[in-house]
């Protein structure tokens, strides 16, 4: 099995075989990102293996950056502009601007301009009548005009469409004659929900992917075909759940924010093996900090997500909240002499001052190396190599009266407090308690970082897992390939509901058994549904629905099953409201088979781990400090190491500060938790 994560800045890789996991890194090529994954398949071996799962942050990088195709949107007459207006929402900082402006409006960098946003003369009613047919004249006059401008996609969203989708079908069949064959995603195929906006946005996002992700995903398989690959290519959605190329491409606005949700899962699967199924999951990059929640060994799972704010998909998603903070982060002075880390980044190009590549302002990155916790020598594996004296120069060019000492140790301290606020605002949004979780640590600089936290969140622990560079592409070996599917009705439960529920999962399935074809006999469907009291406005999602056909028993087991649920949730409980049910969901779960993590060795009787040697700690404190040195690779089950302490591996470096203890667990994972005196009580620092 091979997992490939595409990053902004690096392409990972991990092969498994016969149990062995074997992992590369490669430069992302930003131009042509599948050139980075075939060249890292090549190194791997991709010509013996079965599957091959990818998930890639190329199409959020392209809608933020609006590197994107000319496209056009057609909605209902007089409704063109929902797009600039979304929802309406500010975010918390912009509540006090008056020059706050939304990221995609007209007035900034909008996605779809005005001029081809058109409006179509027709009218469908919420209960599915013709209030105005489809004019089909002027319809051919607005798609005149987009063939003019020369658009290249076309997304099309008519209001009510969920309900019927017979307009849109219509009028895809009419772009098809008056444009030609171009890019073409209709609402009530993509997202047949109601909401008009999040509906709009998803499907224009479609359609971006399409032109996106559908001339990649041709040119990725071409290239694996021609490296000797006959096997599986699967691709990762929001949810990091996998589905087969041709699947994912047909709706692949599910596919737009994959690679941070594979980390996710990748963390919940190590959780069931090691017994922790309480997680906080931290990936730390080189741009951002990306955290999510795992709970009872679940993530939590939306509805939704955002790609920028008010810029919504409606897809299941892992919940993702990034800061940013990350090994790229500038190291600043504010006007008013402050020093102030990120969230502005150096990127891949230049990158941080120490690469050498003209970066002439200092990062978190500079910062460690300065430290002395990176060696300038074994950076990317020994791909490249540091420079400690480009770092102190970028160091020394601040405008600061404060000594290089107080730079760099403000610099580290401002980096983990700005993570730290980032993963309590995480631990306060969920409303767990985080002396009962343990935080895995991940990414290329979160080994180096995160530890530095176990006592300023008092965290339960903190676990640097195997591989923990490109843990993320674990996660693409990690999931089920999933099959999910979903429709809007307003029905109040009752027992005279039942049909009418009964056939929507009816459809719903037999569309998906059709999809499915072989796999559709050793699948698992689960059903579940958003639902509401009378009345609201917004859903308490994923509330479980029985087997079994749907009978008055069942709707009546649905209202317990939704006041169980909004209890939860909100710990209110109102059995005398009246619940409707808003959007049923189907999901086909086919089971795969997914990475196992080896056992390391237990030491000899009479031998000991050492150290390979010391280094000298630099600016964490008023004096150097000196910690042991160790290699990953001579770690054995039950180890233990005292900090302060340095293990270094290929592609990530752990920091055990002074006070803690690490021990090597079951799966080869390392835990770190406070150093205990002679009683077993944390010793106070």
Same mark, same amino acid.
């Not at 530095?452 to 999931?479: C, E, Q, R, T, W």
């Not at 619940?579 to 999901?587: D, N």
């Given at each position: 099995? #091979?997992?490939?994560?595409?990053?902004?800045?690096?392409?990972?890789?991990?092969?498994?075989? $016969?149990?062995?996991?074997?992992?590369?890194?490669?430069?992302?090529?930003?131009?042509?990102?599948? =050139?980075?994954?075939?060249?890292?398949?090549?190194?791997?071996?991709?010509?013996?293996?079965?599957?091959?799962?990818?998930?890639?942050?190329?199409?959020?990088?392209?809608?933020?950056?609006?590197?994107?195709?000319?496209? *056009?949107?057609?909605?209902?007459?007089?409704?063109?502009?929902?797009?600039?207006?979304?929802?309406?929402?500010? !975010?918390?900082?912009?509540?006090?601007?008056?020059?706050?402006?939304?990221?995609?409006?007209?007035?900034?960098? !909008?996605?779809?301009?005005?001029?081809?946003?058109?409006?179509?003369?027709?009218?469908?009613?919420?209960?599915?009548?013709?209030?105005?047919?489809?004019?089909?004249?002027?319809?051919?006059?607005?798609?005149?005009?987009?063939?003019?401008?020369?658009?290249?996609?076309?997304?099309?969203?008519?209001?009510?469409?969920?309900?019927?989708?017979?307009?849109?079908?219509?009028?895809?069949?009419?772009?098809?004659?008056?444009?030609?064959?171009?890019?073409?995603?209709?609402?009530?195929?993509?997202?047949?929900?109601?909401?008009?906006?999040?509906?709009?946005?998803?499907?224009?996002?479609?359609?971006?992917?399409?032109?996106?992700?559908?001339?990649?995903?041709?040119?990725?398989?071409?290239?694996?075909?021609?490296?000797?690959?006959?096997?599986?290519?699967?691709?990762?959605?929001?949810?990091?759940?996998?589905?087969?190329?041709?699947?994912?491409?047909?709706?692949?606005?599910?596919?737009?924010?994959?690679? !941070?949700?594979?980390?996710?899962?990748?963390?919940?699967?190590?959780?069931?093996?090691? $017994?922790?199924?309480?997680?906080?999951?931290? $990936?730390?990059?080189?741009?951002?900090?990306?955290?999510?929640?795992?709970?009872?060994?679940?993530?939590?799972? &939306?509805?939704?997500?955002?790609?920028?704010?008010?810029?919504?998909?409606?897809?299941?998603?892992?919940?993702?909240?990034?800061?940013?903070?990350?090994?790229?982060?500038?190291?600043?002075?504010?006007?008013?002499?402050?020093?102030?880390?990120?969230?502005?980044?150096?990127?891949?190009?230049?990158?941080?001052?120490?690469?050498?590549?003209?970066?002439?302002?200092?990062?978190?990155?500079?910062?460690?190396?300065?430290?002395?916790?990176?060696? !300038?020598?074994?950076?990317?594996?020994?791909?490249?190599?540091?420079?400690?004296?480009?770092?102190?120069?970028?160091?020394?060019?601040?405008?600061?009266?404060?000594?290089?000492?107080?730079?760099?140790?403000?610099?580290?301290?401002? *980096?983990?407090?700005?993570?730290?606020?980032?993963?309590?605002?995480?631990?306060?949004? &969920?409303?767990?308690?985080?002396?009962?979780?343990?935080?895995?640590?991940?990414?290329?600089?979160?080994?180096?970082?995160?530890? *530095?936290?176990?006592?300023?969140?008092?965290?339960?622990?903190?676990?640097?897992?195997?591989?923990?560079?490109?843990?993320?592409?674990?996660?693409?070996?990690?999931?089920? =390939?999933?099959?999910?599917?979903?429709?809007?009705?307003?029905?109040?439960?009752?027992?005279?509901? *039942?049909?009418?529920?009964?056939? #929507? %999962?009816?459809?719903?399935?037999?569309?998906?058994?059709?999809?499915?074809?072989?796999?559709?006999?050793?699948?698992?469907?689960?059903?579940?549904? $958003?639902? =509401?009291?009378?009345?609201?406005?917004?859903?308490?999602?994923?509330?479980?629905?029985?087997?079994?056909?749907?009978?008055?028993?069942?709707?009546?087991?649905?209202?317990?099953?939704?006041?169980?649920?909004?209890?939860?949730?909100?710990? &209110?409980?109102?059995?005398?409201?009246?619940? =409707?049910?808003?959007?049923?969901?189907?999901?086909?779960?086919?089971?795969?088979?997914?990475?196992? %993590?080896?056992?390391?060795?237990?030491?000899?009787?009479?031998?000991?781990?050492?150290?390979?040697?010391?280094?000298?700690?630099?600016?964490?404190?008023?004096?150097?400090?000196?910690?042991?040195?160790?290699?990953?690779?001579?770690?054995?089950?039950?180890?233990?190491?005292?900090?302060?302490?340095?293990?270094?591996?290929?592609?990530?470096?752990?920091?055990?500060?002074?006070?803690?203890?690490?021990?090597?667990?079951?799966?080869?994972?390392?835990?770190?938790?406070?150093?205990?005196?002679?009683?077993?009580?944390?010793?106070?620092?």
């Amino acid at each position: 099995m #091979i997992g490939v994560d595409v990053g902004g800045t690096f392409t990972d890789i991990v092969s498994i075989k $016969d149990g062995r996991i074997e992992t590369t890194k490669v430069a992302t090529n930003v131009v042509e990102s599948y =050139q980075g994954v075939l060249e890292g398949a090549a190194e791997v071996g991709v010509d013996s293996a079965a599957v091959f799962n990818h998930a890639s942050t190329h199409g959020l990088n392209a809608i933020i950056t609006r590197r994107i195709p000319k496209i *056009a949107f057609l909605t209902t007459e007089g409704h063109r502009d929902i797009l600039d207006m979304a929802r309406g929402w500010r !975010p918390a900082e912009g509540n006090t601007d008056p020059t706050w402006r939304r990221s995609f409006g007209d007035a900034t960098a !909008p996605i779809v301009p005005r001029y081809l946003r058109r409006g179509i003369r027709e009218r469908i009613g919420a209960d599915g009548s013709i209030v105005i047919e489809l004019d089909e004249e002027q319809a051919r006059e607005e798609l005149k005009v987009l063939a003019r401008c020369g658009v290249e996609g076309v997304a099309i969203c008519l209001l009510n469409s969920y309900v019927d989708g017979r307009h849109e079908s219509r009028l895809r069949e009419l772009v098809r004659e008056e444009v030609g064959d171009v890019a073409c995603s209709i609402s009530s195929e993509v997202s047949p929900l109601a909401r008009e906006y999040p509906r709009a946005s998803t499907t224009v996002v479609d359609v971006l992917c399409k032109k996106i992700y559908g001339p990649y995903s041709k040119r990725l398989e071409a290239g694996l075909s021609e490296l000797g690959f006959t096997g599986d290519l699967n691709f990762a959605d929001c949810a990091a759940t996998l589905a087969p190329v041709d699947v994912a491409m047909e709706r692949p606005s599910r596919i737009v924010f994959s690679g !941070p949700a594979a980390g996710t899962v990748a963390c919940a699967h190590l959780g069931a093996m090691i $017994d922790e199924p309480n997680l906080l999951c931290v $990936d730390i990059g080189g741009t951002s900090s990306d955290m999510s929640v795992v709970t009872g060994g679940t993530p939590f799972v &939306n509805t939704t997500f955002e790609l920028e704010h008010d810029l919504i998909v409606n897809t299941l998603s892992n919940e993702i909240i990034s800061v940013g903070a990350g090994g790229g982060s500038i190291v600043s002075i504010t006007p008013t002499g402050e020093l102030k880390v990120g969230p502005e980044s150096a990127g891949a190009d230049p990158g941080p001052a120490c690469y050498g590549r003209g970066g002439e302002q200092p990062t978190t990155t500079d910062t460690f190396l300065m430290i002395g916790i990176l060696d !300038p020598k074994r950076f990317a594996a020994g791909r490249s190599r540091l420079d400690p004296e480009l770092a102190r120069k970028a160091f020394e060019r601040l405008d600061t009266q404060a000594s290089l000492a107080e730079r760099v140790r403000f610099a580290y301290k401002m *980096a983990v407090n700005n993570v730290a606020e980032g993963v309590f605002d995480v631990v306060v949004k &969920n409303g767990v308690d985080p002396r009962d979780y343990a935080m895995i640590s991940f990414g290329a600089a979160g080994s180096m970082m995160l530890p *530095a936290l176990l006592d300023m969140i008092n965290l339960k622990s903190v676990i640097v897992p195997p591989h923990p560079g490109l843990f993320s592409a674990l996660g693409l070996v990690s999931a089920d =390939q999933v099959h999910a599917d979903s429709r809007t009705s307003y029905l109040v439960l009752t027992p005279d509901a *039942a049909d009418e529920i009964n056939g #929507i %999962y009816s459809d719903m399935e037999a569309s998906m058994r059709r999809t499915l074809g072989d796999d559709a006999d050793r699948v698992t469907f689960v059903r579940t549904f $958003d639902g =509401q009291l009378m009345g609201q406005v917004w859903e308490t999602p994923f509330i479980e629905v029985p087997g079994g056909p749907i009978t008055a028993e069942t709707v009546g087991q649905m209202i317990v099953n939704f006041h169980d649920g909004y209890e939860k949730r909100s710990g &209110n409980r109102f059995e005398g409201m009246p619940v =409707q049910g808003v959007t049923y969901r189907l999901t086909a779960i086919v089971p795969t088979t997914k990475v196992e %993590y080896a056992r390391p060795a237990q030491r000899p009787a009479g031998d000991t781990l050492q150290p390979v040697g010391t280094i000298t700690l630099r600016y964490l404190e008023e004096n150097d400090i000196t910690a042991a040195e160790y290699e990953r690779d001579d770690l054995m089950l039950d180890d233990v190491i005292d900090g302060p302490a340095v293990i270094r591996e290929p592609l990530s470096t752990t920091f055990v500060l002074p006070g803690q203890t690490a021990r090597v667990g079951t799966v080869g994972e390392i835990v770190i938790t406070r150093a205990t005196d002679s009683t077993g009580v944390s010793e106070e620092k």
